[in-house]
């Protein structure tokens, strides 16, 4: 099934905020990464990507704890149109110690050390900031191309 995926910072950009991403990455085995979705029924589904053993799980979870994510990519790299998924989703949790929601996200992804819980599995900040540095991308026509 193909997906058209937004870049992350692209996404910090449409929420006005910074944002929480996490990334799988695959095993060393896996040399051409796929990102697999299949579905036995409109209720159940199996995530595969890159051999990672705990992106199903962990996206099963924040499903059944009503935590709202996508697929997407890391900031995009100028000159780059079409790329290849690369194991980035995007959680909609603000960034704040104060909301229950991102407290319960920290206590579940994360060891009481602040470690990651699982290998291959990272944790990741990307300040609006950061992802403003890209903002002529929004400008209607940035990716036209003149042939």
Known sequence: MPFI???SDKIAREKNRDILLLRFSPTPEEKQPRLNIEKDNYDNFTISFGGNKYINQILNWFISEE???????SSRCEGVLVEP???YVYIDVPYDINNATFLKLNNYLENPDGSMRWDGVGYYYLELSIAMKNAHHDVPGFD????
Not at 67 to 73: K, Q, R, S, T, Y
């Open 67 to 73: 935590i709202p994510w996508e697929f997407c990519l």
């Open 144 to 147: 036209d191309l003149n042939y």
């Open 85 to 87: 998924y690369d194991g």
């Open 5 to 7: 995926l937004k870049h």
